[in-house]
């Protein structure tokens, strides 16, 4: 008989976090736990192990830190949002006189984060397909493969053993791919963090976020700092979220293959300048996402000549929607530039969600046509 841990994804996905014994009568995910106090022994008071406050107790987030951390392979710890995950990573390793490296073509609003709430360290940047400085002197090393918007790609293993060498933690920000794309745990870093509102839930309908580790004191000063500074996810949100992890490898896979028909397609065209997407031969991140991620995601980004044609594109287009966030069951289209991003004014960053792959790329060569002649350009 097959043990968990050989069961595939799908089989992973839906069945991460629930009891092994089915008791008749009960459903197949119990509903969200709503409470803020629990009863106490009048006589003993509180008692370990036994729920006694809504802050540093939940069974329904319990639940979800169970199925997330059986898909990452490590102990979660979930946040309110994805960038609470990433600020207690931060602030529970970053002193003043450390050093950390953070990604300078990942998520901006790390970097900025970082630049003006830790005081006293220094924030090193460095691009994610590199060259990396020298580890040495550096606390934490906060990596983002596939980066956010550019996709590329570096090496999660061979940076890990650098960092360890130098006597630096190496995180990884796994939220594009999620864990059934990339296993960064198992590649030899110490963190996991992401935001598990894009594609891990996939339904454009939560915020939420978390942190995973193999090591048990990372993962108690995880939790300290969650309960002593509040962040945590209400208990409506969890179950929103572990209900959608079921569907999760089944979204990935037409995400994914959407993604490969756009990119082809988007190669294709004279007004795009450039196409972004790991899983295409010939890609700068290629060699490097076929040796490490185990399925590439959904997100191609590519450069049309100006905002006026990404305007044009995004009126003419029938299926895709406007948006900032990714991964959920909608295609969207974001002009990265428009959030101050350190980004060409016609970079987008196009969201694959699970349409009908022929209807996407017939509405996309719509769309680009129409934003082929752009007046007053």
């Known amino acids: 008989m097959s043990s968990p841990a050989d069961y595939g994804d799908s089989t992973r996905s839906v069945h991460a976090g629930l009891p092994e014994a089915a008791l008749p009568g009960q459903p197949f995910l119990p509903g969200p736990v709503f409470a803020a106090p629990y009863h106490l022994d009048p006589v003993a008071g509180p008692q370990a192990g036994v729920d006694g406050y809504g802050r540093p107790d939940n069974a329904t987030r319990r639940a979800l830190e169970t199925a997330i951390g059986e898909l990452e392979g490590g102990e979660c710890v979930t946040f309110a949002s994805g960038m609470a995950a990433v600020s207690a990573a931060l602030l529970t390793q970053a002193r003043p006189g450390d050093a950390v490296l953070l990604p300078a073509d990942g998520y901006f609003l790390t970097r900025s984060f970082a630049q003006e709430s830790l005081p006293g ?55 594009t791919p999620t864990p059934l794309g990339q296993r960064p745990l198992e590649l030899g870093a110490d963190l996991v963090v992401a935001s598990a509102s894009k594609a891990l839930t996939g339904h454009s309908d939560l915020i939420l976020g978390y942190a995973c580790t193999a090591d048990p004191e990372l993962a108690a000063r995880l939790r300290a700092w969650r309960s002593g500074t509040g962040g945590v996810p209400g208990p409506f949100e969890a179950w929103l979220a572990h209900r959608s992890l079921g569907t999760l490898d089944l979204r990935l896979a037409r995400q994914s293959e959407n993604a490969a028909a756009i990119a082809d397609l988007l190669a294709g065209r004279p007004q795009v300048s ?42 003419a287009s029938r299926l895709i929607a406007a948006a900032t966030s990714f991964g959920g069951l909608h295609t969207s289209a974001d002009r990265r530039a428009q959030w101050g991003d350190d980004a060409p004014e016609g970079l987008v960053r196009l969201s694959c969600g699970v349409e009908d792959t022929r209807d996407l790329v017939a509405d996309i060569t719509a769309a680009l ?3 082929a002649v752009v007046p007053g350009t």
């Open 121 to 175: 360290v220094t924030i090193l940047l460095a691009p994610t397909a590199g060259p990396y400085p020298s580890f040495e002197g550096v606390r934490l090393v906060l990596l983002e493969t596939p980066a956010n918007p550019g996709l590329d790609v570096c090496d999660i293993a061979s940076l890990a053993s650098r960092a360890h060498a130098a006597g630096a933690l190496l995180a990884v920000d796994n939220t």
């Open 274 to 315: 450039s196409v972004r997407w790991p899983g295409r031969p010939g890609d700068p991140s290629y060699e490097i996402a076929s040796r490490q991620m185990r399925r590439i995601p959904g997100i191609v980004t590519f450069t049309l000549p100006s905002k006026a044609h990404v305007d044009a594109f995004l009126t």
């Open 369 to 371: 046509d129409a934003a």
